[in-house]
C-alpha cells in the first residue's frame, strides 16, 4: 500500500515564523502535491512537482514555497506565516498517468 | 479554468436511507472523473470514471458518468453510520498534469 506521511498532526506557529511542512511517500512516485482545505472551499492546490527540482504553482501559491530535493520528499514553506494561512494541509502523490492520488492524513495549522 | 461543482453541500439522512451525491464539470480537455471519501483523516480514493468506464460498482456504492450532460453521480444505498464522511470529486487534467476538486458533501448518516 502507497504511504504518504507528513511530519505533524498539529502545529502551532506565530505570526512571522517561517514554517516548513514536510511530506514523504514511499512509492517512488513523480508527482507530488501540496493543497489546504478549508471548510466550504474544497481543497485547494497550492504548489505541485512532477520531478525533482522541477515545481508549478497550482491556484493558491501566494505566501508559499516549496522544495523538492528528494523525489520522496516534498517540502511546504510559510516563509512569513500569516493567520490567514491557519489552515488543514494536505498532501498527495501520484504515479504516472491518470492514476488516484494517495494523501497523508493532513497537519493541521494555527497561527496565532 | 476547469471547474468541477458538487451538490448538495450537505446532507443528512437515516440508517438505511438511499443517497445520490452529484459532481457536474466544465473542462477543457476531460480524462476522467474521481471519487474519494474523506473521514477525519486522509481523503481515499472510491472510484475513477473515464470515457471507457462510465460505471463503477463496489458493494453498496456505485457510480456513473454521463459525457454528454457533463456530470457523475455517486449512490449509496443501505446507507450506513459508517458512510458519514466528505465525499470529494475530481477531474483530472492530463495537459497540466493535476486535478480540480469541487467543495465536497458532507454526508451524516443517522442511527
Known amino acids: 500500500d502507497v504511504k504518504v506521511t507528513q511530519s505533524s498532526r498539529y502545529l502551532v506557529k506565530r505570526t512571522g515564523e517561517k514554517v516548513f511542512l514536510e511530506c514523504v511517500q514511499d512509492m517512488d512516485h513523480e508527482n507530488m502535491f501540496w493543497y489546504r482545505q478549508d471548510p466550504g472551499l474544497g481543497l485547494r492546490l497550492i504548489y505541485f512537482s512532477y520531478d525533482v527540482k522541477m515545481k508549478e504553482k497550482g491556484d493558491i501559491p501566494e505566501g508559499y514555497s516549496v522544495s523538492r530535493e528528494k523525489k520522496e520528499r516534498f517540502s511546504l514553506i510559510l516563509e512569513s506565516a500569516s493567520t490567514n494561512q491557519t489552515s488543514m494541509y494536505l498532501c498527495a502523490s501520484r504515479g504516472q498517468g491518470g492514476q488516484p492520488q494517495h494523501f497523508g492524513d493532513g497537519t493541521r495549522l494555527s497561527i496565532l | 479554468e476547469d471547474k468541477v461543482v458538487q451538490s448538495p453541500l450537505s446532507l443528512v439522512v437515516h440508517e438505511g436511507d438511499t443517497v445520490t451525491l452529484n459532481c457536474s464539470y466544465e473542462?477543457?480537455?476531460?480524462?476522467?472523473l474521481l471519487w474519494y471519501k474523506q473521514e477525519k483523516k486522509a481523503p481515499t480514493f472510491l472510484f475513477m470514471l473515464?470515457?471507457?468506464?462510465i460505471e463503477k460498482k463496489s458493494g453498496r456504492l456505485s457510480s456513473i458518468l454521463d459525457k454528454k450532460e457533463l456530470f457523475s453521480i455517486l449512490n449509496i444505498t443501505a446507507t450506513q453510520t459508517g458512510d458519514s464522511a466528505v465525499y470529494l470529486c475530481a477531474h483530472y487534467n492530463t495537459n497540466a498534469g493535476k486535478s480540480t476538486f469541487g467543495d465536497g458533501t458532507t454526508l451524516t448518516v443517522k442511527p
Open positions: 473515464t470515457s471507457s468506464g
Open positions: 473542462v477543457t480537455n476531460f480524462r476522467s
